[in-house]
């Protein structure tokens, strides 16, 4: 048997009930049935759930810490999240807050093939923050996309992306905003010199997304962006499995679904299954999140005592251009900033607009 994986719950529970609740979640996140009919030696010992530990955290909120058998995953990133909330999810007074595995499951896992350094490489940013911005509002034609992907690339920003609404709608199929904006961007290029990545979003099921990738390395992108908690984990970890020369950005949306702790989702988790880049709504802007969240987020994005390459953190989410100095004194050099709304309200001073957001960065005090 391999080492066990421990995962740990927040729960909310008076302190006269919590050990009968912590022995409910280790069988239920185990065997899934009372423990008396179970005969067999080798599931009694090694596959029901232990308890490993109960602590209180604040008033009725209890931390409650299980080990369960490694090998009840395999090698599945779904039958992972099945096994650390699958049923205990359904219980509204239950979150799961953090996971250890073992180095044999987490090297299995694999974790980001480029990471941080691969980013700042690809585009000559050895020790600054990096930028990005994204292609909307959804309903633009390709054509409109291109130009605002041109004007972004003129003003500087490292990373292009497509914002996570578009999809392959008939208004600005995949196949011709891939090279609309391609074309925009090799034309600033050869112009100016500057050579912004282009971050497409994939959609739909897991064959149509192995053929956006293909066609996005036919036009030379290395980078795409997924959403695995749409998209799937196991097919988001099956695609960056496949394509080891494609840098994966993680986009968060309905990731506020399962209860599951942010900084472990989206930082430790996504990053484990293959992210090279995570984001996430920063604090202060048009979502919830606390600085302390956000600052828990990015360390399990960058924390290397698994063994794995950095994942960059990315902060969105209602950013403004006012805002780009206390981010950067927050998470420091570090991370990739994401601003888009806030850059289209300039409207025909879009480039003026994205240039100074591109220069605060450039010439922050790093360190």
Do not use: W
């Not at 392959?168 to 391609?182: C, G, H, K, N, T």
């Not at 961007?185 to 912004?196: K, N, Y």
């Not at 994005?301 to 994942?311: M, Q, V």
């Amino acid at each position: 048997m391999r080492a066990r994986l421990e995962a740990t719950y927040l729960v909310r529970s008076d302190a006269r009930d919590v050990e009968e609740r912590a022995r409910a979640i280790a069988v239920e996140q185990s065997v899934e049935m009372p423990i008396a009919p179970i005969a067999d030696d080798f599931v009694r010992s090694q596959i029901v759930g232990r308890v490993e530990g109960i602590s209180e955290r604040q008033d009725r909120l209890f931390e409650i810490r299980i080990s369960l058998a490694a090998e009840t995953v395999g090698r599945d990133p779904g039958q992972l999240l099945n096994m650390l909330f699958g049923n205990t999810s359904l219980h509204e007074d239950v979150e799961l807050a953090d996971v250890a595995l073992p180095t044999d499951l987490m090297e299995d896992l694999g974790g980001p093939r480029h990471g941080l350094h691969e980013l700042r490489r690809r585009v000559g940013a050895p020790a600054r923050a990096l930028t990005s911005s994204p292609l909307k509002p959804q309903g633009l034609p390709p054509a409109g996309l291109a130009r605002l992907a041109a004007d972004f690339a003129q003003a500087g920003i490292d990373y292009i992306k497509d914002d996570h609404g578009l999809a392959d709608q008939v208004y600005s199929p995949f196949a011709a905003r891939l090279e609309s904006v391609m074309a925009a961007l090799q034309t600033v290029e050869q112009r100016s010199g500057r050579a912004a990545r282009y971050v497409p979003s994939l959609s739909g099921d897991l064959d149509t997304m192995r053929s956006q990738i293909a066609a996005a390395k036919e036009a030379s992108v290395d980078t795409v962006m997924v959403a695995p908690m749409v998209a799937g984990v196991s097919n988001f970890h099956r695609l960056v499995r496949e394509n080891p020369t494609v840098a994966f950005v993680a986009h968060p949306t309905m990731a506020g679904a399962p209860r599951i702790a942010p900084p472990l989702l989206l930082g430790k988790l996504f990053r484990i299954l293959g992210a090279d880049a995570v984001i996430f709504p920063n604090y202060g802007g048009r979502f919830g999140y606390s600085p302390d969240i956000c600052r828990a987020l990015a360390r399990a994005a960058l924390d290397e005592r698994d063994g794995l390459r950095p994942a960059v953190p990315v902060p969105a989410g209602g950013m403004r251009t006012d805002r780009v100095a206390g981010m950067l004194d927050f998470y420091g050099a570090d991370v990739m900033l994401l601003i888009g709304g806030a850059l289209l309200e300039a409207r025909e001073h879009l480039r003026e607009a994205t240039a100074a957001f591109v220069a605060a960065v450039h010439r922050h005090p790093y360190g």
